[in-house]
Structure formats: structure tokens, C-alpha cells
């Protein structure tokens, strides 16, 4: 069975500019959360989408947005990008909601911002 | 709220030693723990979980974790520390109920030396 799958994996964007990260979850995987990683930040959750609907919103600014499809691919969408928004980008699936399910991550995607 | 303390940013074990990694953890409720690894320039990947039943939790790689409900402890423990073990490790929880989304530790260094 395939992992999850990021694309980009790597991206260099200037500021002010706006970028979309898609991830395609396990197959059968209809949660799809994303997370952002810096280091001094360690991971801070983003957001969370079953089926197609924006389920958990982490505390990140509006410029900050996802979607999910009907074949739970997602995206996500930074918008006026800033140099603190440089990070890995992390998306994760799950089967579902259940809360003792284990997320499995994507390898990621690394956003620079200069 | 929820939120997990690892309290060393860094662990040095010397290979065919124990290791330890520590995790303390809070949450209104009963929690569900998870451990994961992440390789340079890798994603996370899922280690071990606590959901419930025997305290001592068996994963991946000869790891295990003791779930400690009075000290709110999960620590991550091996009896033989390989080097290939040198790595970040991420201990996490989430409420057992309410769909809340996995929250991370800061993440602890383990390196292991030869």
C-alpha cells in the first residue's frame, strides 16, 4: 500500500507570493491532517479535513487555508507568503476520526521563503 | 487542553546501552500517547501508541514505552541502543474523546555513539 504522498517535496518562493502543497492520503484514508515544522516551534497542528469539510483549525492566521476533495486529496494554501513561513509541511491521514487511530505522515514539503 | 512535555532537547547514549527518552504529558481526560521518529529530511514515522489495557506498550525497532497514568509519564525506552537509532523522536497525545487533534512534544535528539 503506498504512504502518503506530498508534492512539491521542495519549493523556493519569494515573499508575498502564494503556494499550494497537495497531499494524497493512504488509500482508503479519509482524514487528512496537516502540520507545520520549525525548529523553534517543533510541530504546530494546521488543520484538519474529513470528508471535504474543515473538521480542526489550528491557531495560524486566515492567510492559512485547505481544502479537501471527494477522493480525500487536499491541498493546502499559504497566501502572502512571509519568511516565517519557511518550514516543513507536513500532511497526515488517518481511516478515519476515531481518536485511538494512528496518523501516518507524508514525507513533507519544504517551503523556503526569501 | 492538552500538551506534552519532553523535557531534554538532546539524549547521548554510548551503542549497547539502554536508552531512555523522556515525555510527560496533560490532558483533561483520559489520553491517548503516541511516539514517532524522524530521520533527516524525512517524515515522521509511528513508533508505538498507548490506547488502553497492559501499561507496556511494544513497537517498531525493539522499542517500547510504560504508560505511567500517576506520573502522567510515557517515556520511550530500548534495552540496546543501536547507532542507527540517532534520530529526533516526537512523543504526542490527544484526548480520547472530541476529535481533537494529535499534539506534539518539541521532540528529543537521541544520538547514539559508537
Known amino acids: 500500500k503506498a504512504g502518503v504522498t506530498q508534492t512539491p517535496r521542495y519549493l523556493i518562493k519569494t515573499r508575498g507570493q502564494q503556494v499550494t502543497l497537495s497531499c494524497s492520503p493512504i488509500?482508503?484514508?479519509?482524514?487528512v491532517s496537516w502540520y507545520q515544522q520549525t525548529p523553534g516551534q517543533g510541530l504546530q497542528f494546521l488543520f484538519e479535513y474529513f470528508s471535504e469539510t474543515q473538521r480542526n483549525k489550528g491557531n495560524f492566521p486566515g492567510r492559512f487555508s485547505g481544502r479537501q476533495f471527494s477522493n480525500s486529496r487536499s491541498e493546502m494554501n499559504v497566501s502572502t507568503l512571509e519568511l516565517g513561513d519557511s518550514a516543513l509541511y507536513l500532511c497526515a491521514s488517518a481511516p478515519d476520526r476515531i481518536s485511538g487511530n494512528t496518523i501516518y505522515f507524508g514525507e513533507g514539503s519544504w517551503l523556503t521563503v526569501v | 487542553a492538552q500538551s506534552v512535555a519532553q523535557p531534554e532537547d538532546q539524549v547521548n547514549v554510548a551503542e549497547g546501552n539502554p536508552l531512555t527518552v523522556k515525555c510527560t504529558y496533560s490532558v483533561s481526560g483520559n489520553p491517548y500517547l503516541f511516539w514517532y521518529v524522524q530521520y533527516p529530511n524525512r517524515g515522521l514515522q509511528f513508533l508505538l501508541k498507548y490506547i488502553t489495557g497492559d501499561n507496556l506498550v511494544k513497537g517498531s525497532y525493539g522499542f517500547e514505552a510504560e504508560f505511567n497514568k500517576s506520573q502522567t509519564s510515557f517515556h520511550l525506552k530500548k534495552p540496546s541502543a543501536l547507532v542507527s537509532d540517532s534520530a529526533l523522536y516526537f512523543c504526542a497525545v490527544r484526548v480520547n474523546s472530541g476529535n481533537t487533534p494529535l499534539v506534539f512534544g518539541k521532540g528529543t535528539r537521541l544520538s547514539v555513539i559508537a
Open positions: 488509500s482508503g484514508h479519509r482524514s
